[in-house]
């Protein structure tokens, strides 16, 4: 074998180059802007244009000309479509596969070229030589095609484009084609993962009618406060900024921030009541029973002895049991406060027994129904709000079968996080100071924003947004919640962004 020349090892070395350089390229205008560029500088052409298919057309992405020094995207240049038929050089490379090589375009009349001559006339550019190129992906698809212009020898003379970089342009243009489709198909992948984020997120809320849009909220605020965070040149926040990938984490966080709260049960979830659906009803059947057995006990006592202390028993039983059908009544609404002596009262009637149908002792109200009646905090009793937290530990279980991308590596952390607060006292780790992410931090004063004001929550009541806001400020006096972060939201009033 003969020793190839250092010229031909430049070429080879810069080819490999090419190709890595645009397989590692995310953008897609910088993608478009390097394909053709290197294609002008591989052929030594002082000008090119790029092409991608569309269904039965070409679409103008960019151009580029030395001699005019021009660099024009399709937005800043009006080029129409072109047809793909073989009586134009872009269409017929695309329907035959081939490769057109045409030293004057002025003396060939095998095609028009009614486009070069528009643009020749408009510019004053002289097009001579040309070199026209299918863009053929790994799976023989064209998807594009690279029209080079005016091949130039080394003192800047216009030449026919050299044979033997028919086969360097055919192998540019393909790994061009290839690293197109990539981005094409990594684009689809992401775009798929964010259609069933988004489901998974809509299932979610639609399980809970009350909070129909509470991630769709979430995600609006956060874009607002991405926005307001990144344009800030004040206090700490001046020296972050969330670029495009860093963004689209965040917002895959918020959509996926509640997906454990799919396997948290309904009765929980909707919880609209200190006992619950379906309690109060069988609770109130037992006490109807305990009327029906004191009807019963004073009928057959009054067959052995009638007087009026005996109906006087009787009576003072019935009011009982209708006093504590009212009273159990009242407390199972959430929104009626108890007090102490409420709450003693309820005691009171729990400590009541009766003979069941099997002649054993049960009480009025068990254990777990007292504990749920006597609750302060909204409807759900500490083991029901246990139960609701776990859904973090469900979203790390189920956000661990996911095979996210690098470009999405730390969102199942944040997602994780998110009910952490500074000072440790979140949950499900009580994660503290700096160790919880700003990304994480943003998140979580969003959420509680978004829970605070949200209509008809069935275990909290609504507040207005000035109750809201202060709830976050005395958040942030007791620690919990990043003080820069709440004064940017209240400042820009990041809540104008929800839509209801």
Known sequence: ??????????????????????????????????????????????????????????????????????????????????????????????????????????????????GPEKYDSLTGYHSQSML?????????????????????????????FPVYLE???????????????????????????????????????????????????IVNMLNKMIEVINNSNQGKLAAVKFDSTKKEQLIMAAWLHDIGKLAIPLRIMNKSTRLGTGKLELILQRLDYLKSQAKVNYLESKLEFDGPSLKHKYKKRLALIDRAKRLITQANEPNNTLDSQFKKKLVEIANLTYLDQADTVQPWLTESELQALINSKGTLTVAERKKIESHVQI?????????????????????????????GSGYPKGIAGSKIPLETRVLTVLDIFEALISPERPYKDEKTVEKAVEILDDMVEEGKLDQDLVALFKEEKIWQAIKY
């Open 132 to 160: 026209v190129v299918p863009m053929e992906n790994h799976e023989g698809r064209i998807i594009g095609v690279l029209q080079l212009i005016n091949a130039q020898n080394k003192v800047g003379e216009i030449i026919k």
């Open 395 to 423: 979203s790390n279980k189920i956000l661990d079968q996911v095979p996210f991308p690098d470009k999405f590596k730390d969102v199942k952390d944040w997602v994780l996080m998110h009910h952490e607060l500074l000072d």
């Open 1 to 114: 074998m003969g020793q190839y020349s250092p010229e031909k090892i430049n070429q080879i070395s810069g080819l490999l180059e090419i190709g890595i350089s645009l397989l590692g390229e995310q953008n897609i205008d910088e993608l478009l802007g390097k394909i053709l560029a290197k294609a002008l500088q591989v052929t030594n052409a002082d000008a090119g244009t790029l092409f991608l298919r569309e269904n039965n057309e070409l679409i103008f992405e960019i151009m580029r000309n030395k001699s005019l020094e021009l660099c024009k995207k399709e937005e800043e240049i009006e080029l129409p479509n072109l047809k793909i038929k073989r009586d134009n050089v872009a269409g017929y490379v695309v329907l035959e596969k081939e490769i057109l090589n045409i030293a004057d375009v002025n003396n060939a009349t095998r095609f028009h070229f009614t």
């Open 167 to 217: 086969k360097v342009v055919s192998f540019l243009a393909s790994q061009a084609a290839i690293s197109l489709s990539h981005f094409w198909a990594l684009e689809e992948v992401e775009n798929l993962l964010d259609s069933y984020v988004q489901v998974m997120a809509t299932a979610i809320d639609a399980r809970m009618p009350y909070n129909a849009s509470h991630t769709q909220q």
